[in-house]
Every structure is written in structure tokens, then in C-alpha cells.
T-cell receptor, first 115, second 112 residues
Framework: EPEVTQTPSHQVTQMGQEVILRCVPISNHLYFYWYRQILGQKVEFLVSFYNNEISEKSEIFDDQFSVERPDGSNFTLKIRSTKLEDSAMYFC?????????????FGNGTRLTVT | KNQVEQSPQSLIILEGKNCTLQCNYTVSPFSNLRWYKQDTGRGPVSLTIMTFSENTKSNGRYTATLDADTKQSSLHITASQLSDSASYICVGFTGGGNKLTFGTGTQLKVEL
């Protein structure tokens, strides 16, 4: 069964550094998402992406965050200048277009640790 | 503001026993209600998806119910197994934007 893959599984970075988290969504899916989960807390929506543009973003997704689909395959989340509070699990997810009754498929996440 | 609340926060049961997890949701515009299972360190995996017209849906030993009038849902796990130990997350799905609102989850531990 096709799956969403994320790399790296764990990223350690120093405060103020830029990080790029990578995701390969399921190939025939057209809606893409980034979520984050701070340790012990609930999953939080960051951004949704469709047709090569952001369709919705949360208040968490400020100017330090950006998303890109550079090559029609990868879907990336960039944090320009990381802060300690950015430490979390970041999950990528994808779903078929117009299939609101279909499950969202999540990757296994990237654990980001900012020191 | 869309919200999903779950109870209990955590639960310990013996292997073979049944349990029921609860979810109250306020999601607008409501499209469907989902239950996900999240193993430690992994991404959530979909268990069930229910629209407002569906009262109950089963997936193996998992049975979800939905009361659209009271905006409540439950997930019943039958004959629990050690591998059922995980966080179970109730999620509201809004139409138009395909946005999910997550609950905080119920941490289930199944013991021998």
C-alpha cells in the first residue's frame, strides 16, 4: 500500500538555524498538509497546500514558515530561523482531491529538536 | 472556534477486556468525524470515518458511534489486545478546506 514518507526521521538543529523537512506524499494525492505535535500535546494544523499554493494556514504558520513543492514529488516545510519552541514532531499528510470521505494519510513524522 | 474534547485522558485495561472512549465535538461546517490510532513515535492511522448520517461504523474490533444531534462520538474496542496500546484521537473534519481539528487523545494501555 502506498504511503507518505518523511525525511529525516530526526533532526537536531541549533536555535536560529534554518531547517527543511521533506515529505513525499502519495503519488495520486493532490491535497497536502503539515501538522505538528509538541511532546505530550495534541496534533496541530499548520498549513494545507493545493494546486501549488497554500489553501489555508493556522496562526502558528507565521513568516518563519514556508512550504514548497519544488519538483512535483517532494513537499517541503522550511523553518527559517528555528526557536526552542519549534521542537516537536512534524507530520506530513496527503489526501485525494475532493475525497472528503477518504482518510488522511500521515507520514511517520520528523522529530525536530532545537537546542 | 472548532473544538474536539476527549475522555478519559488515559485508560488502563486488562487484555481481553472491552473499553469505550468518548469524544465531544464542535466543528463547523461539519463534514465527518474520524477516529485515528497513533502508536508512540508514529503518525496517526485512520480507523473510521463517519458522516452525520451514519450512527455506527465498525472496523474489525473497533466500533465507532456518532450522535450528530448531541455532537458526541464514541469508540468501542472489543476484546483488547496488547497491540491496542496507543493514543486514540478523535478528529473533526470540516468541509471546504479539508481541515482537521484534533482532540488531545485518549492514551490507552492494555496490560496482561
Amino acid at each position: 500500500e502506498p504511503e507518505v514518507t518523511q525525511t529525516p526521521s530526526h533532526q537536531v538543529t541549533q536555535m536560529g538555524q534554518e531547517v527543511i523537512l521533506r515529505c513525499v506524499p502519495i503519488s495520486n494525492h493532490l491535497y497536502f498538509y503539515w501538522y505538528r505535535q509538541i511532546l505530550g500535546q495534541k496534533v496541530e494544523f499548520l498549513v494545507s497546500f493545493y494546486n501549488n499554493e497554500i489553501s489555508e494556514k493556522s496562526e502558528i504558520f507565521d513568516d518563519q514558515f514556508s512550504v514548497e513543492r519544488p519538483d512535483g514529488s517532494n513537499f517541503t516545510l522550511k523553518i527559517r530561523s528555528t526557536k526552542l519552541e519549534d521542537s516537536a514532531m512534524y507530520f506530513c499528510a496527503s489526501i485525494k482531491q475532493g475525497a472528503s470521505g477518504s482518510p488522511l494519510h500521515f507520514g511517520n513524522g520528523t522529530r525536530l529538536t532545537v537546542t | 472556534k472548532n473544538q474536539v474534547e476527549q475522555s478519559p485522558q488515559s485508560l488502563i485495561i486488562l487484555e481481553g477486556k472491552n473499553c469505550t472512549l468518548q469524544c465531544n465535538y464542535t466543528v463547523s461546517p461539519f463534514s465527518n468525524l474520524r477516529w485515528y490510532k497513533q502508536d508512540t513515535g508514529r503518525g496517526p492511522v485512520s480507523l473510521t470515518i463517519m458522516t452525520f448520517s451514519e450512527n455506527t461504523k465498525s472496523n474489525g474490533r473497533y466500533t465507532a458511534t456518532l450522535d450528530a444531534d448531541t455532537k458526541q462520538s464514541s469508540l468501542h474496542i472489543t476484546a483488547s489486545q496488547l497491540s491496542d496500546s496507543a493514543s486514540y484521537i478523535c478528529v473533526g473534519f470540516t468541509g471546504g478546506g479539508n481541515k482537521l481539528t484534533f482532540g488531545t487523545g485518549t492514551q490507552l494501555k492494555v496490560e496482561l
